[in-house]
């Protein structure tokens, strides 16, 4: 069964930076679209960055020009560089990735476990 482990989150002051990272391990045939999404205390899930297999990115309007999203498709890895960080991008960051699994007629999409970034002086 694939897992996606995240990792790099903690505490950073406004206008910092931080990086996170997204390791996908298991069984894998191919990996289409990784992601990274984020849920702020009492909100819904948002979607935040995306990167294709073929090296195509996109952003929220929120984060665009500050965040940098990053695969490496040989590692099977994503990361999600965060600059001039704001206390509204406080939140819980997930990664999700579609993954094709051996023997699986379709990819599946998997979650993360979460990792925490505050934003705070």
């Known amino acids: 069964q694939v897992q996606l482990v995240e990792s790099g989150g903690g505490l950073v002051q406004p206008g910092g930076s931080l990086r996170l990272s997204c390791a996908a391990s298991g069984s894998i045939v191919n990996i289409n679209a990784m992601a990274w999404y984020r849920q702020a205390p009492g909100k819904e899930r948002e979607w935040v960055a995306v990167?294709?297999?073929?090296?195509?990115?996109g952003y929220s309007g929120s984060v665009k020009g500050r965040f940098t999203i990053s695969r490496d498709m040989y590692k099977n890895t994503v990361d999600l560089q965060m600059n001039s960080l704001k206390p509204e991008d406080t939140a819980v960051y997930y990664c999700?990735?579609?993954?094709?699994?051996?023997?699986?007629?379709?990819?599946?999409?998997?979650w993360g476990q979460g990792t925490l970034v505050t934003v705070s002086s």
């Open positions: 990167t294709t297999s073929s090296s195509t990115t």
């Open positions: 999700n990735a579609n993954v094709l699994e051996p023997g699986s007629p379709r990819s599946l999409e998997v």
